[in-house]
């Protein structure tokens, strides 16, 4: 672009210049030489602001497209390192500080999630991620929860401004696992999935409650199952984790989504127990029973034909009471004493 005021076109010329010379090019924008221009129109009488103000901004405008296109084609960009500066123990690099990552481990709660993930895969089970954000139809109304019901509020968790919800339980995935796996049943096969995850609670957190903990659900569905299959399934599951055979018990509870409900609970070791009483005798790992009928119907399956269980347990619940762990803090505190002992 030509410039009829000799000012700006001899700016313009020294400006192109320096944009040619310079690595950051978004300086020129910031030139003296350019601000003078801009002080300048002030100065002038007043019939000539306006054409001297429209070329000045139309110069300023035509170097900023200039840059845009200069950076969208530079190729003198040095590329990202996305190394982490302590995977390199050159001793040049080797920063005070950083441990070798060779010395690093899976977090115990990862370890574990992969052996209880195995175990149920030994016994036919497929395994399904849960999700860590998700929304109210499967939070609520896919599990047979009414709109307003008071049940709703044990689940009180943190809900984003356009309503996504991060899952307090990974019974959300039920209506999801059950559409996906429908076709087994066709071929004479049952449903058999379990679903690991991270839910989220608000809760006030001691030493077995944390804001944010894992379950695992399981979801079997086929023709003719009864709570006898449920219990089975869960204690053969147990004695596997738990590595000795364990008494099992459930007793009645209320979920929205299953009918019975039951919790389960097993006995504890009597190395665990702080005394004899009933109370310590006997530790509730998880929630579990017979898929409501609406649950199934929601998930198009025909309740008529086909019955089936879930059950969700926690995770940290079951590792502390594998390995003596009082509480549930130390998973998240990153202390190494504590997680290199796994
Ligand atoms: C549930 O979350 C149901 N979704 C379980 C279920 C699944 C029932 C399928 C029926 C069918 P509940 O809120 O009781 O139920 O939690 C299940 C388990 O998660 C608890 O027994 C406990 O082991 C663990 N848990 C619950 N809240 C916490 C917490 N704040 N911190 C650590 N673990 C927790």
């Given at each position: 672009?030509?410039?009829?005021?000799a000012d700006i076109a001899r700016i313009a010329q020294e400006l192109?210049?320096?944009?040619?010379?310079?690595?950051?090019?978004?300086?020129?924008?910031?030139?003296?030489?350019?601000?003078?221009?801009?002080?300048?129109?002030?100065?002038?009488?007043?019939?000539?602001?306006?054409?001297?103000?429209?070329?000045?901004?139309?110069?300023?405008?035509?170097?900023?497209?200039?840059?845009?296109?200069?950076?969208?084609?530079?190729?003198?960009?040095?590329?990202?390192?996305?190394?982490?500066?302590?995977?390199?123990?050159?001793?040049?690099?080797?920063?005070?500080?950083?441990?070798?990552?060779?010395?690093?481990?899976?977090?115990?709660?990862?370890?574990?999630?992969?052996?209880?993930?195995?175990?149920?895969?030994?016994?036919?089970?497929?395994?399904?991620?849960?999700?860590?954000?998700?929304?109210?139809?499967?939070?609520?109304?896919?599990?047979?929860?009414?709109?307003?019901?008071?049940?709703?509020?044990?689940?009180?968790?943190?809900?984003?401004?356009?309503?996504?919800?991060?899952?307090?339980?990974?019974?959300?995935?039920?209506?999801?696992?059950?559409?996906?796996?429908?076709?087994?049943?066709?071929?004479?096969?049952?449903?058999?999935?379990?679903?690991?995850?991270?839910?989220?609670r608000n809760e006030d957190v001691d030493a077995t409650h944390e804001?944010?903990?894992?379950?695992?659900?399981?979801?079997?569905?086929?023709?003719?199952?009864?709570?006898?299959?449920?219990?089975?399934?869960?204690?053969?599951?147990?004695?596997?984790?738990?590595?000795?055979?364990?008494?099992?018990?459930?007793?009645?509870?209320?979920?929205?989504?299953?009918?019975?409900?039951?919790?389960?609970?097993?006995?504890?070791?009597?190395?665990?127990?702080?005394?004899?009483?009933?109370?310590?005798?006997?530790?509730?790992?998880?929630?579990?029973?017979?898929?409501?009928?609406?649950?199934?119907?929601?998930?198009?399956?025909?309740?008529?034909?086909?019955?089936?269980?879930?059950?969700?347990?926690?995770?940290?619940?079951?590792?502390?009471?594998?390995?003596?762990?009082?509480?549930?803090?130390?998973?998240?505190?990153?202390?190494?004493?504590?997680?290199?002992?796994?």
């Open positions: 672009m030509e410039y009829q005021n192109r210049q320096k944009l040619a010379d310079v690595p950051d090019k978004r300086t020129v924008l910031r030139d003296p030489a350019l601000k003078s221009l801009y002080e300048q129109i002030k100065t002038l009488p007043s019939e000539e602001r306006g054409a001297f103000g429209k070329a000045v901004n139309r110069l300023k405008e035509e170097l900023e497209d200039e840059i845009a296109s200069l950076q969208a084609s530079s190729t003198s960009l040095p590329p990202i390192d996305i190394t982490a500066p302590w995977d390199d123990n050159t001793p040049a690099n080797k920063r005070p500080g950083f441990l070798p990552t060779t010395q690093g481990s899976l977090h115990p709660l990862t370890q574990e999630i992969e052996k209880i993930c195995d175990i149920y895969q030994r016994m036919g089970f497929v395994v399904e991620e849960s999700r860590e954000i998700d929304d109210d139809y499967h939070m609520f109304a896919s599990l047979n929860f009414p709109e307003g019901h008071p049940a709703r509020d044990d689940y009180d968790t943190f809900m984003t401004d356009e309503g996504l919800v991060a899952p307090a339980h990974t019974s959300t995935m039920q209506n999801r696992v059950m559409q996906k796996y429908a076709k087994n049943l066709d071929n004479n096969a049952p449903i058999a999935v379990v679903i690991p995850g991270r839910v989220f804001h944010t903990f894992y379950q695992v659900e399981g979801v079997y569905v086929d023709k003719g199952i009864t709570v006898g299959n449920l219990v089975a399934v869960l204690k053969a599951y147990m004695s596997e984790f738990f590595g000795e055979d364990l008494h099992v018990k459930i007793q009645p509870f209320y979920f929205p989504f299953t009918e019975p409900s039951f919790e389960f609970a097993i006995e504890r070791p009597e190395i665990l127990r702080k005394n004899n009483s009933e109370e310590q005798k006997w530790l509730e790992l998880g929630g579990c029973g017979m898929i409501h009928p609406n649950v199934l119907k929601e998930a198009g399956l025909d309740p008529t034909v086909y019955t089936g269980f879930a059950w969700g347990f926690g995770v940290e619940r079951m590792v502390m009471m594998k390995n003596g762990i009082e509480d549930i803090r130390h998973f998240q505190s990153g202390n190494l004493k504590f997680l290199r002992q796994f």
